[in-house]
Nanobody, 117 residues
């Protein structure tokens, strides 16, 4: 089992920045990719960014150049630095950890991000 706890969400004005953190615990030896997904009201959950244990990154086109994902394996923590935020970035952001053996997904409880003036 893997437990994920997110922090760092909140309300920010357009053009502002936020940094999300996700602390993982448990059977981390089984985890390769970790990352962030988001779900806006009335929409499906979508990938934001993921990073492998060795640092291979993948971003959605909508956040490329604005968001940066990073990972501290010693602390079992993944971060999402979000810059130049837009109202369309408003969503609940979920931390994800994927088990490499069978692609099983673990999820955090979610942290809300609201971008509004």
């Amino acid at each position: 089992q893997v437990q994920l706890v997110e922090s760092g969400g909140g309300l920010v004005q357009p053009g502002g920045s936020l940094r999300l953190s996700c602390a993982a615990s448990g059977s981390m030896f089984s985890i390769d990719f970790m990352g962030w997904y988001r779900q806006a009201p009335g929409k499906q959950r979508e990938l934001v960014a993921v990073i492998s244990k060795i640092g291979r990154r993948n971003y959605s086109n909508s956040v490329k150049g604005r968001f940066t994902i990073s990972r501290d394996n010693a602390k079992n923590t993944v971060y999402l630095q979000m810059n130049s935020l837009r109202p369309e970035d408003t969503a609940v952001y979920y931390c994800n950890a994927r088990r490499w053996t069978d692609q099983y997904d673990y999820w955090g409880q979610g942290t809300p991000v609201s971008v509004s003036s």
